[in-house]
């Protein structure tokens, strides 16, 4: 049988995702249930004074009108998101721990409607049930609320000022932790006797997730059993069934969390949101299965926001271009609550990225403001340390007068010093960074590049060039569990507690399987998304899945293949069903790396950018699935430029309000603003799992904003214009390009 691991098949899903049979939550609600709507905060910042309800409970076919004084009266608690994750090293510790006992890392739960204060705007505040979704809404334009308007404040830097509005009393400064890395003496002297330091402020503005499917909740409970039954769209479900249980105040088990298809994750799903607990609650409360669906502005202010970090970094250089040293000072923003610490974790640990640097020193602040909470967003710090790094590589060749590939070629780490240590303690154990990026500048014509610039000045056009190297880190939940199970009618059925939001986890994992055992592809059926059938996992984010997932499948597959004692597994199993059981608790470490080239043409008319060339070589490790990994690469490449010319989420400074809550006022990339991409994928494999992955979800988007602004400022640099910074708007570029003086070359 041709081997099917690297076999470039189409998605085994995909045909019932065209063909409108996806089960997606919002369809799978019964007909019967009755519908939730949620009044949001208006304010960014306030005290509740009153909440009166009275006219809203009588309106027609209202259920229940519940609030927070409920909510607390039936004994159930906030969500503890449990923020700060494993260390990228040592699993058994948190990645971020204060050595001041008296500046803890603090940790804020968020409770599921606002108890006394609103910290945001779109926060829940009070929970309308009614038999239909229009008689929900209309109730919920009764209820009342009597705020008193506090100061906000939305930037983390103004955050951090004294005489700023506090949040919590817990976070003075409204700092969730304050803490620093590396070896700051070593680095110090070598910013003393360095001779140039290049030092620029970078800000990777907040964005959404842009799910396709817009988050959705429908629960029951079981009076007899006292059980409760969640359907929500989420990214795992052992972790947050372990939250809602944590917030009714039951036992695990007495919580089962269902997830069918889910359209688009990117992070923000990772983490429970309020709506599934509140759907829970209220089917208890009003014994009935209870449903919510946000509406698109509604998701706007209430799903998990992404970036949203100020870095200051500063570099110090040899005049010989090499790196001596790095300096950073990383401002995140939280948001209201601390939900997530996990791409603070990357920035910390991939500060020097895949250069050879001898010292650095990271000092990192995690601030919380009066905006929509942050959570892991697509490469979840990676993207943000990759983009600082690679701008200030760009600025600093200019000042040296040294080329931007040539700056990189002296300073990057070579084949020859793996397994490699950087400062931060991660080990890197394979991979040819020179020679990726040099495949990459290779196969864009850097060295035909002047000849295009020509053509478009001929057409009135501006047209730069740009590079990004990038590495990753290995991050992710390091807790998996797979069973895999043989039986009679020669089927074969996996569960795993990880779970698919657009990986193609059906066609992978059974390409692997398959394989493994020497079965028809066709025979194997993948289970995932269901407490009742998982109680372990970690479920899909930061490049784990097929790491873990495939370990354990070795692991179950050869047990099973040793069992059936030289006999095909399926004449073993017609003897009873056959089946095996793995587990991890580690960290299985991974390192994709990779290089792009970007190029783009500027109409110095209305500034407006088209991203005209793209050129991506990733090393993934072993490829499962080209096909897939194209897909992904393809995707992240989109975020990417989307981030880096069009999407922000805008707040008011002072009212803490956003402006922009709708896809009229949010731009996304459409598919005229991509280019055709030309994409290779290089094998090469770690030694760290038994299949050599290392993951390719994140490789299209860590390198792609900078990628795309280090072309656009080599296009405005004869204009004077050295940085621009994210989105880069046409208005943004135009201003750019004409209040400023051209320059020579």
Known sequence: MPSLIGAPLPRREDIRFITGAGRYTDDLAPRDAAHAVIVRSLHAHARIRA??????????????VLTAADYLRDGHGPIRHLPNPADAVDPGRPAFESRDPNRPVVELAQPPLAYDVVRYVGECVVLVVAESAGAARDAAQLVEIDYEPLAAVVHPADAILDGAPQLFAEAPHNLAFDLTYGDDAATERAFAESDLVVSREFYNQ??????????????????????????????????????????????????????????????????????????????RRTGRTVRWTADRSEGFVSDYHGRDLLVRLGMAFGRDGRIRAVRYDHLANLGAYTVNFASLQNVVRIATGLYHIPAAHVRVR???????????????????????????????????????????RRNIVRREQLPYRNPMGLV???????????????????????????????????????????????????????????HADESVEIVTGTQSNGQGHET????????????????????????????????????RSMRLVGTLLVKTCGELRARAGGRSVFEAAREGPLSATAEVDERIPAYPTGAAVCEVEIDPRTGACTVARYTSVDDVGRVVNPLIVDGQTQGGIAQGIGQALFEVIAYDPETGRPHNTNFMEYALPRAADVPHYDLELVEDRTAGNPLGVKGGGEAGVTPSPVAVINAICDALRPFGVDDLSMPATAEKVWRALHMRTPVEA
């Open 206 to 283: 907040r964005v959404i997730a842009a799910h396709m499917e817009p988050r959705s909740a429908f629960a029951s409970f079981d009076g007899a059993t006292q059980t409760y039954t969640i359907t929500a769209g989420g990214q795992g479900v052992v972790r947050q069934r372990a939250a809602i249980a944590g917030a009714l105040g039951v036992e695990p088990g007495r919580v089962r969390l269902v997830a069918h298809d889910v359209g688009g994750g990117f992070g923000a799903r990772t983490n429970l949101h309020p709506e599934p607990l509140l759907v829970a609650w209220a089917a």
């Open 508 to 543: 992978t994992f059974a390409q692997v399987a398959a394989e493994l055992l020497d079965v028809p592809l066709e025979s194997i059926r993948l289970r995932y998304g269901d407490t009742s059938l998982v109680g372990v996992g970690g479920g899909t984010h930061s490049n």
């Open 428 to 486: 890197y154990d394979s991979g040819d960074f020179l020679g990726n990026m040099e495949r990459a500048v290779a196969r864009a014509d850097w060295d035909g590049f002047a000849q295009r610039r020509l053509a478009s000045e001929r057409s009135g056009k501006l047209r730069g060039i740009g590079l990004a190297n990038y590495i990753e880190s290995p991050v992710g939940a390091p807790r998996e569990r797979v069973t895999v199970t043989i």
């Open 366 to 408: 995690a601030v919380l403001t009066n905006t929509t909470p942050t959570a892991p967003y697509r490469g979840a710090g990676r993207p943000e340390v990759t983009y600082a790094l690679e701008r200030l590589l760009d600025l600093a060749a200019a000042e040296l007068g040294i080329d931007r590939v040539e700056i990189r």
């Open 51 to 64: 909440i009166r309800t009275d006219e809203a409970r009588r309106a027609p076919g209202v259920l229940a």
